[in-house]
């Protein structure tokens, strides 16, 4: 069977987890809006650290369905990690500084669709 079978203990497990991740930065990326402060930054980092962790601990287990998705997703957060990291580096920031740094290029942008597959994915493992 499976382990991502929909049912299964450890696909609930895994999906939650995710999907808690995802809410997790989608509402820190709502606080970020309004003044892009770093603050709120390092939040989303770190939800969107913690979906790329489970993304690839179970990397070979994803369904062809959404393995696209998946790698699309990866890719953008290294690149988005490296820029961050690169951005972090030019100066020192306050916690309630303006922290914003733009894509190097047009194929950086946040996949949204497969976001949303990827978590519409999850919701039907629950």
């Known amino acids: 069977m499976d382990p991502l079978s929909p049912g299964t203990e450890a696909s609930k497990n895994i999906a939650s987890k995710i999907i808690l991740f995802f809410d997790l930065a989608d509402i820190a990326f709502h606080k970020y809006l309004p003044n892009k402060f770093l603050l709120h930054a390092l939040c989303i980092r770190k939800s969107n650290e913690a979906i790329y962790r489970q993304l690839t601990e179970h990397a070979s287990l994803w369904p062809e369905v959404i393995q696209k998705d ?3 997703l990866l890719n953008h957060y290294d690149i ?3 820029q961050f990291d690169d951005f972090l580096k030019t100066k020192t920031f306050a916690l309630n500084e ?3 740094f733009y894509h190097l290029d047009d194929q950086s942008a946040f996949p949204k669709t497969s976001a949303k597959n990827i978590y ?6 629950l």
């Not at 519409?120 to 493992?125: A, G, I, L, T």
């Open 70 to 72: 998946v790698a699309l």
């Open 80 to 82: 988005w990690f490296t």
């Open 98 to 100: 303006a922290f914003i």
């Open 120 to 125: 519409d994915y999850c919701k039907k493992q």
